[in-house]
């Protein structure tokens, strides 16, 4: 089951997400025997796949839930430190990567996937009822410790931003200009950019936490990356405003009398139509 679990590369015959299933399903057994292995062999395996960034954010949160499930009674010079500061970083990767995924792929967020996501990687660092995982991985170490505790919390900001609510779509707009001859569809604000932001602004804050460590005060929060910048989207003669700021999707069909042309573009808010209809 630790060679399974380990392997990132499917066969020929099978897609990489059915591999990611059954090297889930491995890790499952693995932690259902409740072994340590041998001088805590296991634990370690499973944390060099939450370390690996081959593998799959579904595969990586899966073990780090494993560790936290299963007993072991570390020696007294272990040093849970790694351990914890590899766990803060999945769930850094996990609210990342789902934005990410909503960005590229054009997919509504999938708030309840990254959930669970935060909630295994959680169960890593305190396991299900706040006393496991790392926190038995601490031994006398009350730092260690004291660090697990202080990453859950921030991880439970993040799992409390999944359950931001998300509207139902507004309807769309068709906007005549010059009479008939030029026409454009616009659809309405992402219903998620509430959702988004959440998620957002509770990931920024769990990464700040997690560099400054517990006792630390906290600061103001980064500033944004997002300078406010005027950039034309031009169709033949059709051209628009734009000011990036934090909004969801945006999708605009431009619908001349040859052509029906669409820009889609992510982070900006559409001002009114610029000159030279």
């Known amino acids: 089951m630790l060679a399974l679990q380990a392997n990132r590369t499917p066969p020929a015959d099978r897609t990489q997400e059915g591999h ?5 399903r491995a890790i499952d ?3 259902a025997m409740h072994g340590p292995g041998q001088n805590g062999a296991v634990l370690t ?9 081959a593998a799959s954010i579904a595969v990586r949160a899966t073990a780090a839930r494993a560790v936290g499930n299963i007993p072991f009674t570390p020696p007294t010079n272990f040093n849970a430190g790694p351990w914890i500061k590899s766990l803060g970083k999945l769930a850094v990767d996990c609210y990342k990567a789902e934005l990410a995924a909503a960005a590229t792929d054009h997919k509504p967020i999938d708030a309840d996937r990254l959930k669970s996501q935060l909630t295994e990687t959680r169960t890593g660092l305190v396991g299900v009822d706040g006393t496991k995982g790392m926190i038995l991985l601490s031994g006398g170490m009350k730092a260690n410790a004291d660090l697990a505790r202080f990453d859950a919390k921030q991880i439970d900001n993040v799992i409390g931003a999944c359950a931001t609510p998300v509207p139902a779509p507004g309807p769309t707009q068709v906007v005549a200009i010059n009479g008939q001859t030029d026409q454009f569809l616009a659809l309405p604000p ?13 990931g920024q804050e769990l990464e700040n936490a997690l560099q400054r460590g517990p006792g630390a005060p906290a600061d103001a929060g980064p500033r944004s990356r997002f300078r406010p910048d005027r950039t034309r989207f031009s169709c033949s003669s059709a051209r628009w405003t734009v000011r990036y700021k934090y909004v969801g999707w945006w999708k605009i069909f431009c619908k001349r009398k040859d ?12 001002e009114s139509p610029s000159s030279g209809w």
């Not at 395996?45 to 960034?53: F, I, Y």
């Not at 992402?190 to 509770?202: E, H, R, T």
């Open 190 to 202: 992402d219903p998620q950019k509430a959702l988004f932001d959440a998620i957002q602004k509770a």
């Open 259 to 270: 052509s029906l042309c669409l820009f889609v573009f992510r982070n900006a808010a559409v």
């Open 29 to 31: 057994v693995l932690e």
């Open 45 to 53: 395996a499973l944390m060099k796949t939450v370390d690996d960034p």
């Open 20 to 24: 990611d299933w059954i090297c889930r």
